[in-house]
């Protein structure tokens, strides 16, 4: 049953988010795997290979853009998709998350969580 | 603006990480009030109501600050844009007729005849300004009295001249006070506790970047204020 399940992972600092999202994306039926640093979450991508990355920004060691850059240039795990989920929302931040490679980019002041796992879905059917 | 004056980088990263845990709060909050994880009595509804609009006052405050730090770190990136500024009050007024209704008010756009030319400002930030200066005029009325307040635009010889009048109290603070760096007057404090004085400073930079002056004049012989401002033509 289990690999029908799709894998979600999340790389977020904030224990209290990562609670919150893993209680409500295990009860949307994903496979919830995290990590709380940008290292964490890249080494995480090699080993679970997702299928879609939540992906915050300012991050522990190694922030989310320079994650992004890295795992987009490797074939390996370039094509999973990474959303971006963060609270920096202007416009040259987005900009350099889609020239990162981001397959979208949410700020979190705009959103609740209804609306990530709605984009998540649309993301995993493209 | 001077070099020296500017926001460091790390103040707006630090504002940015405030703005993580009241995001989490309110995700938090609103999973509660969704019952989706238990049924709520009306009194536990009515406690979660409370703290989300708690909320929503925190992330209008700190929106505001992530603004002044962002003018004043990128000041000089400042775009430059043709905008059609009677068509954005139009707009910006029809959406604050509810609001204003709410608040025993009336608010009208005189239109001009005749089309007004474009300015050379940045669309977004020119936004906020008449935003804030309409919001401020309906909310800063007279408590008990039928507030009234006009906006107006009209063309000069090389700039456009925004107004906008209210019946409210006026302004007892001299000078340029009201537009300083979070400044708080008495009446805003008892209007809208939860502001941080940033809205008029931003005004006053964003018309200054586009080459204007923002400026007020308590009414003569009535009650009230009118704030204005001028932008040059395209």
Not at chain 2, 92 to 114: H, M, T
Request: charged share 35%; glycine share 8%; aromatic share 8%.
């Amino acid at each position: 049953m289990s690999e029908d399940k799709k894998k979600l992972l999340m790389i977020e600092d904030d224990s209290f988010l990562r609670k919150l999202y893993r209680d409500r994306f295990k009860k949307e039926g994903f496979l919830f795997t995290e990590a709380i640093s940008g290292e964490e979450g890249v080494n995480k991508i090699y080993q679970e290979l997702p299928d879609v990355v939540l992906l915050n920004v300012l991050l522990p060691v190694k922030g989310g853009f320079e994650l992004l850059r890295e795992i987009k240039d490797d074939s390996k795990v370039k094509d999973i998709p990474v959303i971006i989920l963060t609270n920096l929302g202007q416009e040259e931040d987005i900009e350099e998350g889609k020239e990162c490679g981001a397959t979208s980019y949410l700020v979190k002041a705009n959103v609740k969580f209804s609306d990530v796992v709605e984009k998540v879905k649309e993301v995993l059917e493209e | 603006m001077t070099s020296n004056n500017r926001t460091p980088r790390y103040l707006t990263m630090a504002v940015h990480q405030i703005k993580n845990p009241i995001y989490v709060l309110r995700e938090y909050i609103e999973t509660l009030s969704s019952e989706e994880i238990g049924e709520l009595n009306a009194k536990q509804k009515e406690y979660l109501q409370a703290a989300l609009e708690n909320i929503k006052n925190t992330e209008d405050v700190i929106n505001d600050l992530v603004e002044t730090l962002r003018m004043e770190e990128k000041g000089e990136e400042f775009k430059k844009e043709e905008v059609n500024l009677g068509e954005m009050i139009e707009s910006i007024v029809q959406g604050y007729k509810f609001f204003a209704k709410a608040n025993n008010s009336n608010i009208v756009f005189n239109k001009p005849e005749e089309k007004v030319s474009p300015v050379l400002t940045d669309r977004k930030r020119i936004k906020y300004v008449v935003d804030n200066l309409v919001s401020n005029a309906i909310q800063y009325k007279e408590r008990g009295k039928e507030g009234m307040v006009e906006v107006s635009i009209e063309e000069k010889e090389s700039e456009v001249l925004f107004k906008i009048k209210d019946n409210g109290s006026g302004i007892k603070e001299e000078g340029d006070k009201v537009f300083s760096r979070f400044y708080r007057g008495k009446k805003g404090i008892e209007t809208s506790p939860t502001g941080i004085g940033v809205g008029l400073y931003i005004s006053k930079l964003v018309v200054e970047s586009s080459g204007g002056k923002i400026w007020y004049e308590n009414n003569e012989g009535e009650d009230g204020v009118t704030f204005y401002f001028t932008l040059l033509k395209s």
